[in-house]
Structure formats: structure tokens, C-alpha cells
């Protein structure tokens, strides 16, 4: 097959996939539902805060143990992240940190933000970002240094990543001359991904101190940030192998700290687009990277043990949850006909009260790993298992969604039931339900944006 | 339209001005759903990473500096959209239950010869195989018709390493369907 057939048969596959995709539209209404759809993503973040203080709140009622020693805990008296420089801590105690496990972290942690400058949390696998500024990058990478337009460095960007490593690796460079990938493997140990950052991406790095993170050894170095010549990757992705998989910018003016917790390394890089944005954000940085507390010790009991139950709290205090109930918990083992899974299970079973008909698809957001189950109209399905979380949060903003229509009439009730494993470290999570699309209710046009819970791991109140 | 008029658009529809905004997507959203469509393969995860494309659009045209790159701005953001979903179905995918497994369609879904055949078919996992930039790369080139002028501008690359990228992705589609 010469070039030309196999261009014209591909040019006919995928402008029949253009075709498909091409529908008749409104402008206005596309154009609404996206400025629409952004303000919620702005107010979305303001629940976040929200969620915080309503998790606050309840915690200090009544807790669990550990929930609450992990909270209590922060802020945290813990050694100064040399050698970024102190400063005053800017921490709000009003912003309270959300316990969270990063899905490959090798135990959760839990943080608290800055309350000036408002940081920005993303989430991929096993790297959490923080950062100052909008989220409007389209290519949304944990940085938002870019500009998506131009790619220059944004000036006033600067953020925090922390960022567990499971077979790391870089691009060699130079790169091969031959046609075999350039994609190195690297040591995870501390020390040795930075001798290999130098030694195999000829990464710029400055002398390698001793330094500490929540009281624990860390190496600490500093990075020039300068971009490496030719073909050479300006970054270190944190597993797995594929170009899109989350990576450690090392073309950024930073600091980095280079810890190890139970085995896994862990990297906190302070970044910024200039040495003088670095040197105005260190303080600030620093006092927040000096809040990162990681804890529960990896390998040890869940919280949940069998019999326990589970109590939610309402994110937003001011949501109108007449139509939203959770009604019953229960855990189980073997939840699947047929399944060797011996892992122990529990499942939260939401009911929707519908006082009005309605046509929906909604949305569901829940932790990673989770299994969402629903029930509309017929039988109980699985609807999906679901992974990562290409947005998740504390609590998630995004999450793995699932979309399900729901098509209900006065006086029904439609159920959804969400299954945890119990296992790992689960504490306190997320869980949303979105109401997406138009109802043709007249009486209610509107659902709320968003119903969502901060699902806590202790007794039931 | 004129190159003055649609700068005066974008600068509308980045101050805010819905009605500007929702002319940007009158004039460009049927090219990037072609895009999503192309990079996606189905219409409905199209659809979505394009109203999200739009989403993102109404927030970050601000930092659009070239006014006169608005169409090409807008198709990365798309493609972007689209590659991000074939991340995350691609990373679902993993943990899908053999009981949805089983509902995907029988190789060859549709084999009469209104539909795809079975070098088209072959033609089309290879397509879903390749890195999706390449995907996007070839959308831009055979759907949209870039030209590698254009598409230089677009991906950051001179036109010598557009066409010698093309000429790679076309290589390995043909070995792909040699070995098929």
C-alpha cells in the first residue's frame, strides 16, 4: 500500500468519525452551558473551603480517634523543610486540612493551605498539586506555568507538588541515536533519582543537602530550572510508562525535597517561572510544605473494621437535601456472585426522593476504587468500576464520573448504592452526585449544581 | 469575516461579552467536534470533551495573546479535551468488570460493506493504537486540511518535523497493518 491509498483510507475513517461526532447545534446553547458550566466549576471551589470547615465542624463533635488525631495533629509543630527559608506561616486555621490518601501515595496526609494566596489542588494518581491561579489550562498538568496559547512561562505562577514515585523515569539525553524509546528508568531511592536526574537527563542541580519533612530525613537540592538543550525531556514522570502519565517539571526554578515514607520515595518540589518568583513564594511555600504531615503508618488496620458504620455530612450546609437521603449502611463480604474476592466491603446506599418528575443525567463522583452501583427503573446493575481519578481532590472536585440518566415521576425514589472496600487507610472521602442536564420541571428548573457529602469514617452520630 | 472583525470578537468574548462568545462558537464548534470526533471515535465523548473544551475556553481566552490564532487556539483546546478523555477511558478501561466486557461489540461490528470492512476495521485499532496527539496530529491533516504550514504553527514544530512526524505515524500504520 503506497502513501497515497493509505492516506486516502485514512482520511475517510476519520472524517467519517468527524461526521459522526458533527451535530446539528444551538450556539447559544452550547455558549451557555459552557460559561454555565465554568461558573460552577468556580463556585466548586468555594465548597471546598466549605467542605473543610463543615469537616472541621464535625469533627470536633465527635470523631474518630483517628480522624481526629490526624487533624489535631495540624497544625503541626513539625522541623523546618530546609533549606527552604522560613517565613511567617500565612496558613489560615480556618482552612482545614482535608485527610486524604492519595491514590499510590504509601500513606495518606494531610496539609493545610495557605488562606493568601487561594491555592488550586489537582489531583492525578500519585501527584498532588497545588497551585495559584485558574485552572483554564486546557492541558491541565498539576503546574499551570504555561501559557496554553504561546507556551511561555507564566510570570506569577508558582505552586507546591508532592508527588509519590513508583518506578520513575526520564528521558535520556542526549537522546539514543537509534530508534529505541528514550525513556530511561530511574533509581527511586532519594539519592539516587537525583544523581540520575543529573547523570541521565543532565538535569541542572544544585549540591544535595540534608534536610527534613514531618520530622522524618529528607535530601534537599535546588534546581536551576533552565530547559535542556535538543530533544532532551524537561521532566521526570512518576511511573508507569506513557508520555501522558503525571511528571515533575525540572524546567522550573524550585526547590525539591526528596524523602522516603515506608518504602516509597516521596518528592515535594516549591516552584516558580523565576529565580525571583521562587525567592517571593519560598516563605509561603515553605510554611505550607511544614503542614504536610503524613498519617498512618502504611500496612496497619483500616479504620472501618466490620460492624462499624459510617455517618456523612452534608458539604454545604445551605443545600436544599430534602431529596437526597442516605438510608442505610451495611458491610458484606463477597459482594459479586461468583467472585473470589475475599476483601470486606461497605456499601452506602443513597436514596433520591423524587417530589416532582424529572429528567435527568446525573452525575457521580466518588473515591477512586470505588464501585458505583444504581438503580434506575429496572434491577440493580454495577454500572462501572472505576479508577483513578483523572480530578480528584480534597475533597474531589471531579472525580471519576458516572453518568446515568434518571427518569422518575412524582413519589418515586430512584437508589444508588456506593461500594467501598475496606482495606488501605480509608478515612474521610468525597462523594457527589450532579444534577447535569434540563429537567423539563417548570416548578424547578434547577436542581442544586451539586449534592454532595464528606463521608467520614467513624460512628455513626 | 474580516482578520480585524474576528480579533474584535475574541477580545469581546474575553471581556466577558456572551454574545461575542457565543458567535466564537457559532463559527468554530462544528470543526472541533470534527477533531474530538476524529481523536475520540465516539460521537458522545466528543460532544462532552468539546462542551468542556468550550468551558475552558470561556476561562482562559484572556491568555490568548495572538487574537489572530483564535481557530487554532480553540482546536488544541479541543484536541486537548479529547486526548484527556481517551486518558481517562483508557485508565478506566482497567478496571472494567468482565461483565461489561462482554457487551462490547463482536470483531467485526458491522461487516457488510456500508460499514467497515475488515482492512478498515484493522485500520482502526491501529488509528486508536497511536499516541493520541498523532491522532490529532493526522485529524488536522485529513480532516480539517491543514496544511504543514499550518499545522507547524499548531504544533510548535518546523514544517520539516511535521512532515517527517506524518511520515513516521504513516509508517508505523502500515506496518501495523502489515502484521495485522
Not at chain 1, 111 to 129: I, K, S
Not at chain 1, 228 to 254: E, K, M, N, Q
Request: hydrophobic share 40%; net charge negative; proline share 8%.
Amino acid at each position: 500500500m503506497n502513501d497515497q491509498q493509505l492516506e486516502a483510507r485514512i482520511t475517510r475513517l476519520l472524517r467519517r468519525r468527524a461526521e459522526e461526532a458533527s451535530e446539528s447545534f444551538d450556539a447559544d446553547v452550547v455558549a451557555a452551558s459552557a460559561i454555565r458550566g465554568a461558573a460552577q466549576a468556580s463556585r466548586r471551589r468555594w465548597r471546598q473551603v466549605i467542605a473543610t470547615a463543615a469537616l472541621a465542624a464535625s469533627l470536633a463533635l465527635a470523631v474518630p480517634l483517628v480522624v481526629r488525631e490526624a487533624v489535631g495533629d495540624t497544625p503541626k509543630a513539625t522541623p523546618a523543610a530546609t533549606p527552604l527559608a522560613s517565613g511567617a506561616p500565612s496558613a489560615s486555621p480556618s482552612a482545614l486540612p482535608a485527610p486524604v490518601m492519595g491514590n499510590g501515595f504509601p500513606r495518606p496526609f494531610t496539609y493545610q493551605l495557605p488562606a493568601d494566596p487561594v491555592m488550586n489542588t489537582w489531583v492525578r494518581g500519585p501527584m498532588w498539586a497545588f497551585y495559584v491561579g485558574d485552572s483554564a489550562g486546557p492541558e491541565s498538568n498539576g503546574y499551570e506555568a504555561w501559557d496554553t496559547s504561546s507556551g511561555e512561562l507564566l510570570p506569577d505562577a508558582r505552586g507546591v507538588v508532592v508527588a509519590a514515585l513508583d518506578s520513575p523515569w526520564i528521558h535520556e539525553c542526549p537522546p539514543p541515536e537509534s530508534e529505541r524509546p528514550n525513556r530511561v528508568r530511574v533509581r527511586d531511592d532519594p539519592a539516587g533519582l537525583l544523581e540520575d536526574l543529573e547523570a541521565i537527563n543532565r538535569t541542572e542541580i544544585s549540591a544535595v543537602t540534608e534536610s527534613s519533612v514531618d520530622g522524618g530525613p529528607a535530601l534537599a537540592a535546588s534546581l536551576a530550572g533552565t530547559p535542556p538543550g535538543g530533544d532532551c525531556g524537561g521532566d521526570f514522570h512518576l511511573g508507569g510508562y506513557s508520555s501522558g502519565s503525571p511528571f515533575v517539571a525540572l524546567t522550573l526554578p524550585s526547590d525539591l525535597l526528596v524523602f522516603d515514607v515506608d518504602g516509597k520515595t516521596v518528592v515535594v518540589q516549591v516552584w516558580a517561572t523565576s529565580e525571583e518568583g521562587l525567592a517571593a513564594w519560598r516563605p509561603t511555600a515553605t510554611a505550607f510544605v511544614d503542614t504536610i504531615h503524613f498519617t498512618q503508618p502504611s500496612g496497619s488496620d483500616s479504620l472501618l473494621n466490620s460492624g462499624d458504620t459510617v455517618r456523612f455530612v452534608a458539604a454545604d450546609a445551605d443545600g436544599p437535601w430534602a431529596d437526597v437521603t442516605v438510608t442505610r449502611t451495611e458491610d458484606y463480604e463477597n459482594p459479586e456472585p461468583g467472585s473470589d474476592d475475599a476483601a470486606r466491603y461497605i456499601e452506602f446506599e443513597i436514596t433520591f426522593n423524587i417530589s416532582r418528575d424529572r429528567t435527568r443525567q446525573a452525575s457521580w463522583a466518588a473515591q477512586p476504587d470505588w464501585t458505583i452501583f444504581g438503580e434506575s427503573g429496572g434491577g440493580i446493575e454495577k454500572i462501572r468500576g472505576i479508577g483513578w481519578g483523572e480530578q480528584s481532590g480534597p475533597p474531589m472536585r471531579h472525580g471519576p464520573t458516572l453518568e446515568r440518566p434518571i427518569d422518575a415521576r412524582g413519589g418515586d425514589t430512584v437508589h444508588g448504592f456506593i461500594r467501598a472496600p475496606i482495606s488501605g487507610s480509608f478515612q474521610t472521602t468525597w462523594l457527589s452526585f450532579t444534577p447535569r442536564s434540563e429537567t423539563t420541571d417548570p416548578v424547578d428548573p434547577e436542581w442544586p449544581d451539586e449534592y454532595s457529602w464528606i463521608i467520614d469514617g467513624g460512628p455513626e452520630q | 469575516m474580516s482578520p480585524d472583525g474576528a480579533s474584535s470578537v475574541v477580545a469581546r468574548a474575553a471581556s466577558g461579552d456572551r454574545f461575542a462568545f457565543t458567535e466564537l462558537v457559532a463559527t468554530h464548534h462544528a470543526d472541533m467536534l470534527g477533531l474530538a470526533g476524529a481523536i475520540l471515535g465516539d460521537p458522545d465523548a466528543a460532544r462532552d470533551a468539546v462542551q468542556l473544551a468550550w468551558q475552558r475556553a470561556w476561562t482562559g481566552l484572556s491568555a490568548l495573546r495572538d487574537e489572530s490564532r483564535v481557530r487554532s487556539w480553540l482546536l488544541s483546546v479541543a484536541g486537548n479535551e479529547a486526548r484527556r478523555a481517551v486518558r481517562g477511558s483508557r485508565r478506566s478501561a482497567g478496571f472494567l468488570s468482565a461483565d461489561v466486557l462482554i457487551d462490547l461489540p463482536a470483531f467485526p461490528p458491522h461487516a457488510d460493506s456500508d460499514n467497515l470492512g475488515y482492512e478498515d476495521f484493522a485500520l482502526e485499532q491501529a488509528l486508536d493504537r497511536l499516541d493520541p496527539r498523532d491522532r490529532e496530529l493526522l485529524s488536522l491533516r485529513y480532516v480539517l486540511g491543514f496544511s504543514s504550514v499550518e499545522l507547524s504553527a499548531h504544533c510548535g514544530l518546523s514544517p520539516e518535523g511535521i512532515r517527517s512526524r506524518l511520515k513516521r505515524v504513516l509508517d508505523r500504520l502500515r506496518e501495523e497493518l502489515t502484521h495485522e
